[in-house]
């Protein structure tokens, strides 16, 4: 809206009845004539809510938090996957946070997926466990990856071998991280147990956590 020359003679009601403001557009005052401290003060005030209207609106978005990396130990546990037959070995390990635990893999094909003590051969519950996949298949030898979790906490890690191929978790390839040994009765013995009688073994739907690295040490 641009005003030239504003006769003084007209009542500010039926000025401001015939002007319409468009919060989009500037205001450009050349001259105004015989006009009052009111008007100039209303016509500023008009100019400020035409610029915010305006401006674009800030928005951000919700919190998403991130782990905070745990500070490492230097200090990893190797597992051999497939070692002796359908075992991890060793298949109990006791580690301290940040410290690595790393799965070596032998033939033919194994992976680990986490569970918890009551529930074995079969992922966590709220879909929260680790499972690299079965990326690991070998002929003979190492495979030329690993995978690799660092602890990040003192809680005890229960988790499986999910190959369905032999039902290698019903036969007894379970491990333990950090198992509580003031339990007499969440033993790695009786996890064994507890996976003999189970009546399927399931292998997660995706693969997440941990990390698979080429193997440091063929």
């Known amino acids: ?29 050349l001259s105004i004539s015989h006009s009052s401290n009111m008007f100039k003060n209303i016509l500023s005030t008009a100019a400020l809510l035409s610029a915010a209207l305006a401006a674009p609106t ?9 782990r905070t990396d745990t500070h490492l130990t230097g200090v990893t546990h190797t597992v051999v996957v497939g070692q002796g037959g359908l075992n991890f070995e060793p298949a109990n390990v006791v580690a301290q946070v940040g410290d690595i635990i790393q799965w070596d893999f032998l033939p033919a094909n194994h992976s680990v997926a986490q569970s918890n003590f009551a529930d074995p051969c079969q992922p966590l519950a709220d879909g929260s466990g680790f499972f690299p996949g079965f990326a690991f298949a070998t002929q ?5 990856h690993v995978f690799q979790l660092v602890v990040e906490d003192d809680s005890t890690i229960w988790y499986y071998c999910p190959q369905l191929k032999g039902e290698h978790c019903k036969k007894g390839m379970v491990g333990v991280i950090n198992q509580d040994f003031d339990s007499n009765e969440r033993t790695l013995a009786k996890h064994k ?6 009546e399927e073994i399931v292998v997660p739907p995706r693969t997440q956590g941990g990390e698979v690295l080429v193997n440091p040490d063929p």
């Open 58 to 66: 800030s928005t951000t978005g919700g919190n998403h938090p991130t």
């Open 193 to 198: 147990v507890l996976a003999a009688g189970v």
């Open 140 to 144: 003979e030898g190492k495979n030329d």
């Open 1 to 29: 809206m641009r005003f030239n020359s504003i006769d003084s003679t007209i009542p500010f009601s039926t000025l401001f009845e015939t002007c319409s403001i468009n919060p989009s557009a500037p205001i450009h005052i």
